[in-house]
């Protein structure tokens, strides 16, 4: 049994299918998220910022949609409205007061977040002989990596 205290909220994982739906939902809330930053950024740093949010937030929903057809190739059934979404999400939703720092560096500490709970992922998966999940569980978990090194450099 996984447990994550990430943020606010303490969650049981009992299932690999109950991990990929909350998975689903903190990828929904970031893809909310990123395109609240994207629209609104501002200062010097708005060109930079608005073309990087709008990549970040396309490469989630593609990761929000091959995570819930893995959970429904598994035979479970992926939360699909904002209520649900909010409901299971680790992560909270975009304030509307940030400004470009703390944007990016909440999207540091989301991205931190959804890859500690993607390597409980993995490890239940592994543990549950399913070597699909882990695999794609793994190469997400890298890709937030990269774009929180490459976030925490750009902050300096």
């Given at each position: 049994?996984?447990?994550?205290?990430?943020?606010?909220?303490?969650?049981?994982?009992?299932?690999?299918?109950?991990?990929?739906?909350r998975?689903?939902?903190?990828?929904?809330?970031?893809?909310?998220?990123?395109?609240?930053?994207?629209?609104?950024?501002?200062?010097?740093s708005?060109?930079?910022?608005?073309?990087?949010?709008?990549?970040?937030?396309?490469?989630?929903?593609?990761?929000?949609?091959?995570?819930?057809?893995?959970?429904?190739?598994l035979?479970?059934?992926?939360?699909?409205?904002?209520?649900?979404?909010?409901?299971?999400?680790?992560?909270?939703?975009?304030?509307?007061?940030?400004?470009?720092?703390?944007?990016?560096?909440?999207?540091?500490?989301?991205?931190?977040?959804?890859?500690?709970?993607?390597?409980?992922?993995?490890?239940?998966?592994?543990?549950?002989?399913?070597?699909?999940?882990?695999?794609?569980?793994?190469?997400?978990?890298?890709?937030?990596?990269?774009?929180?090194?490459?976030?925490?450099?750009?902050?300096?």
């Amino acid at each position: 049994m996984a447990k994550t205290t990430s943020n606010s909220k303490n969650t049981q994982t009992n299932s690999v299918e109950e991990l990929l739906n909350r998975q689903v939902a903190n990828l929904n809330v970031l893809y909310v998220k990123i395109h609240n930053y994207h629209w609104y950024v501002k200062g010097s740093s708005f060109y930079t910022l608005h073309a990087k949010f709008e990549e970040l937030y396309n490469e989630i929903t593609l990761k929000m949609d091959e995570i819930a057809e893995r959970l429904l190739a598994l035979k479970g059934s992926p939360s699909a409205t904002l209520k649900e979404y909010l409901e299971l999400s680790s992560i909270h939703e975009a304030t509307g007061n940030e400004d470009a720092p703390k944007m990016v560096q909440t999207l540091i500490e989301d991205f931190a977040t959804v890859c500690e709970e993607f390597q409980e992922g993995i490890e239940l998966a592994e543990s549950s002989s399913d070597q699909p999940t882990a695999d794609l569980l793994i190469g997400y978990k890298a890709d937030l990596e990269k774009h929180m090194w490459m976030l925490r450099s750009y902050l300096g």
